[in-house]
């Protein structure tokens, strides 16, 4: 899975726990639990702890390398103006449209890489045929001879 998919799904997790009503060190300790990247998972799991010992969550997140900087910077507007909620339910549908965005862009991007491929394989193929009807040493880098 990939990272943006599982910090789409931890967001969208934790803004759903807030929403009803979970408290915060709960919300994270149930969704760093639940999440199957690792590393994310024990980020989580660091910030929880953090909270837990009084630091605020947007500290605690802006301090882990493997949380993007948007995050933290979203959480501390969720903190300040008290929509948490809010603003974790938006991270996972931003993250989520970003991710299907780069599964798009991939699918798409993919057939011309095939045939740009195809077309230099084609093309050296030619140069070396070329070469050795014209009896000449095989370099595919040398120019052809004019005339």
């Not at 491929?117 to 000449?136: H, T």
Request: hydrophobic share 45%; aromatic share 6%.
């Amino acid at each position: 899975m990939s990272s943006s998919k599982a910090l789409s799904q931890l967001c969208h997790s934790v803004g759903m726990m807030l929403e009803s009503g979970v408290d915060i060190q709960q919300s994270l300790t149930v969704a760093g639990r639940q999440c199957r990247n690792r590393r994310l998972s024990e980020a989580i799991l660091r910030c929880e702890s953090e909270v837990g010992a009084g630091s605020s969550l947007s500290e605690a997140m802006g301090k882990e390398q493997c949380l993007p900087p948007l995050l933290a910077n979203m959480v501390q507007v969720g903190e300040e103006t008290g929509h948490l909620d809010t603003v974790f339910a938006e991270l996972a549908d931003f993250l989520e449209l970003k991710a299907r965005l780069w599964r798009r862009f991939l699918g798409k991007i993919t057939m011309p890489a095939v045939q740009y491929v195809a077309a230099v394989f084609v093309l050296s193929l030619a140069r070396y045929i070329i070469a050795m009807v014209q009896d000449e040493p095989a370099g595919l880098f040398r120019p052809l001879a004019a005339g």
